[in-house]
T-cell receptor, first 114, second 113 residues
């Protein structure tokens, strides 16, 4: 079974630039999550989709972050414009139904904002 | 507010000894509890979860955890540590009928040969 795929693995940008991350969840998984993991901290949920609807985006900084999951499969997370404090690893995960199920994580995208 | 705490930043254990990684939680309803492990340069991997039923949960790689409602704890344990268990461990909690899942800050486990 293929795992959760993310790209790119690494990204370096300057502040005020834009960046986008892509995630392909495990086939058949209804729920997709984007997390931000700052060095030395646990993952923080940014947004949770169930199929192509948003379940929770309460911690998403909506003035600069956006995410979509068109057709209920792949998802993209965008930051525009980036700030220094956005430097982190962005993790995508998926689960079969909801978040009582096991979440399967991708390898993450390490973002450095200079 | 819901929260989960991992009071130890780092735990050192000699190989072959039992290990415990602590997790406590504060929620307003029935909790769902999870443990995940993160190896260097790899994504988080699921170890085990408690949803309901038996308070002792067995998971991957010989790990287990005990749900203690009175102490609001869900400590991760293993009877005999291996050097390969060295990694970053995260506890997470979700409350029944609440969609938000919260992760602890993580505990780095060092198994000394």
């Amino acid at each position: 079974e293929a795992g959760v795929a993310q790209s790119p693995r690494y990204k370096i940008i300057e502040k005020r630039q834009s960046v986008a991350f892509w995630c392909n969840p495990i086939s058949g998984h209804a729920t997709l999550y984007w997390y931000q993991q700052i060095l030395g901290q646990g993952p923080k949920l940014l947004i949770q989709f169930q199929n192509n609807g948003v379940v929770d985006d309460s911690q998403l900084p909506k003035d600069r972050f956006s995410a979509e999951r068109l057709k209920g499969v792949d998802s993209t997370l965008k930051i525009q414009p980036a700030k220094l404090e956005d430097s982190a690893v962005y993790l995508c995960a998926s689960s079969l139904k909801d978040n009582t199920d096991t979440q399967y994580f991708g390898p993450g995208t390490r973002l450095t904002v200079l | 507010a819901q929260s989960v705490a991992q009071p130890e930043d780092q735990v050192n254990v000699a190989e072959g000894n039992p290990l415990t990684v602590k997790c406590t939680y504060s929620v307003s309803g029935n909790p769902y509890l999870f443990w995940y492990v993160q190896y260097p340069n790899r994504g988080l991997q699921f170890l085990l979860k408690y949803i309901t039923g038996d308070n002792l949960v067995k998971g991957s790689y010989g790990f287990e955890a005990e749900f203690n409602k009175s102490q609001t704890s869900f400590h991760l344990k293993k009877p005999s540590a291996l050097v390969s268990d060295s990694a970053l461990y995260f506890c997470a909690v979700r409350v029944y009928r609440d969609d938000k899942i919260i992760f602890g800050k993580g505990t780095r486990l060092h198994i000394l040969p």
